[in-house]
């Protein structure tokens, strides 16, 4: 999909499933660097919405490459994030507190979901997708009339991933390294 956060909806029920396993961060990286090739096709003539990095080779490469740069940057980030959501007014602790290290399982994790689900929701609704390049450039994936379902269906899981998450969060406290 070219640059929209409905990806973002399975995810956070991924995130809500596996808190600590789960890099939400290393995923959305993962989003951005594949909806690049989807920016490229907008602004300048001669190049497709999605090409190699929407197939299901590409865009586990590009969730890999965001799992090792994400870590790195993030990490380096975690302290300065959590010192300025700190100074946020009525921002809850727990929040801040599920701004930890991220892992390399993590990191991975979250990349290659992010890559391999980015493939495989956009194949489903667009028909110049190719899941499957190099071997072939065809999308047995794609499905009439799957558009609107497809981002409805993904809103709700955020809105409930969102609410399991912090369900959980207060639940059962840091207190064990988990990833946001
Ligand atoms: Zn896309």
Same mark, same amino acid.
């Given at each position: ?55 299901? #080779? &590409?865009?586990?490469?590009?969730? $890999? =490459?965001? %799992? !090792?740069?994400?870590?790195? /940057?993030?990490?380096?980030?975690? *302290? ?32 290659? #979901? &992010?890559?391999?689900?980015?493939? $495989? =929701?956009? %194949? !489903?609704?667009?028909?110049? /997708?190719?899941?499957?390049?190099? *071997? ?45």
């Amino acid at each position: 999909m070219p640059l929209t956060p409905f990806h973002l909806g399975p995810a956070l029920v991924v995130k809500a499933a596996a808190r600590r396993h789960f890099s939400l961060r290393v995923f959305a990286l993962a989003q951005i660097l594949i909806d690049l090739e989807s920016a490229r096709g907008m602004f300048f003539s001669g190049y497709r919405l999605h090409g190699p990095l929407h197939s299901l #080779v &590409g865009a586990t490469l590009a969730g $890999l =490459l965001a %799992a !090792v740069l994400g870590r790195y /940057v993030f990490n380096a980030l975690n *302290s300065p994030l959590r010192a300025f959501l700190r100074r946020v007014e009525g921002m809850p602790a727990l929040l801040v507190e599920e701004v930890v290290p991220i892992t390399w399982t993590a990191a991975i994790i979250g990349g290659a #979901v &992010g890559g391999i689900s980015h493939a $495989l =929701l956009d %194949a !489903v609704i667009h028909p110049d /997708v190719m899941p499957f390049w190099p *071997s072939s450039t065809s999308n047995p994936l794609l499905t009439d009339g799957s558009f609107y379902p497809m981002h409805y269906g993904c809103a709700l899981l955020g809105l409930v991933g969102d609410v399991a998450w912090l369900v959980l969060a207060r639940v059962s406290p840091r207190g064990t390294s988990r990833s946001l």
